[in-house]
């Protein structure tokens, strides 16, 4: 545990330090990298903890891009108010609306809660799709740009990395409480945990608010820092992308998304730059990755001997 400390608190560092070496433009995949790590993160809470493949996760971090996008842009505060308010306003849009979905998706499991995650995902999607007055339709909501110094990469990666930092060690602690051991009880036997007079359903439906609660605070982070939000960030593919990214890092291991988050952003750019076939590239390369480490990147880490 010791060592585990110490490695994350030189992550940390590394972290910390990385926009002096940095362009602007690795910056922002830098962001991207922050951003999609709590995504997969949250992700996580639902599938490595909690036993619950969702297929429509991507529906809370669209609907907390579209929360905080819309408080920058119409809310009618001051900028800098506004931009301060957008990650609480995404946080709280995203939990009402995981609320209601996990209301539904949690009196199913396995295969019937992943379907009705979907089916609310297409159905948000939809909303966002055709709601042209508050959401842009098609065209999405573009122009947006943080208040002064903020508009700098190496500005908002430091704020970035403020919001994403302290929201990681909240799910941590969360996931290492009784209510996370808890949820791994119920993942492994929920009729067992129910016999002895737990709740399941109220369990995995705090679990599912709070984990699209950080899903949509990882939307707010990204949409401010692109500058852009399109209703296909709330399409059913978009899905894919926590899921990938859970399973490359290892779910077992709490940091291993973010890790998968990492690897993923930057081979999509590395591998986008030099081939119009990227996406046949990635996904050979994905493929080679899960079928030698089933256990994912955290996995092979813990084979070599570390704690």
Do not use: C
Not at 23 to 51: C, K, P
Not at 79 to 101: H, T
Not at 139 to 156: H, S, W
């Amino acid at each position: 545990m010791n060592r585990s400390r110490t490695l994350a608190v030189l992550a940390a560092l590394v972290a910390a330090a990385l926009p002096a070496a940095l362009s602007d433009f690795w910056i922002f995949i830098a962001i991207e990298v922050i951003a999609f790590a709590l995504y997969a993160v949250s992700f996580n809470v639902l599938l490595g903890y909690g036993g619950m493949l969702s297929f429509g996760h991507a529906a809370f971090f669209g609907v907390g891009a579209y929360a905080g996008a819309l408080m920058v842009r119409k809310s009618g505060f001051a900028p800098e108010a506004a931009f301060a308010l957008a990650p609480l306003a995404a946080m709280a849009a995203a939990a009402a609306v995981a609320a209601v979905v996990g209301f539904f998706s949690v009196r199913r499991s396995g295969i019937y809660f992943g379907m009705l995650t979907f089916a609310f995902q297409m159905l948000l999607y939809t909303i966002a799709l055709k709601a042209t007055g508050l959401t842009g339709g098609d065209d999405g909501i573009t122009g947006l740009k943080p208040p002064g110094a903020l508009a700098r990469p190496a500005v908002y990666y430091v704020f970035a990395l403020a919001t994403v930092g302290p929201a990681l060690y909240v799910l941590y602690r969360l996931v290492n409480s009784p209510f996370g051991i808890t949820l791994r009880a119920l993942k492994a036997n929920p009729r067992r945990v129910q016999y002895v007079g737990v709740d399941v359903r109220s369990h995995q439906l705090a679990a599912f608010v709070v984990s699209g609660a950080f899903a949509g605070l990882a939307g707010a982070v990204f949409a401010l820092s692109s500058g852009n939000v399109f209703p296909a960030w709330l399409n059913w593919t978009a899905s894919a992308t926590p899921i990938v990214m859970a399973v490359l890092g290892g779910v077992s291991s709490f940091l291993g998304p973010a890790l998968g988050a990492a690897v993923y952003v930057v081979l999509e750019v590395v591998i986008s730059g030099r081939t119009e076939y990227w996406p046949l590239v990635m996904g050979v390369i994905i493929l080679a990755l899960v079928l030698l480490m089933p256990a994912g990147l955290t996995g092979l880490w813990r084979r070599r001997g570390a704690p």
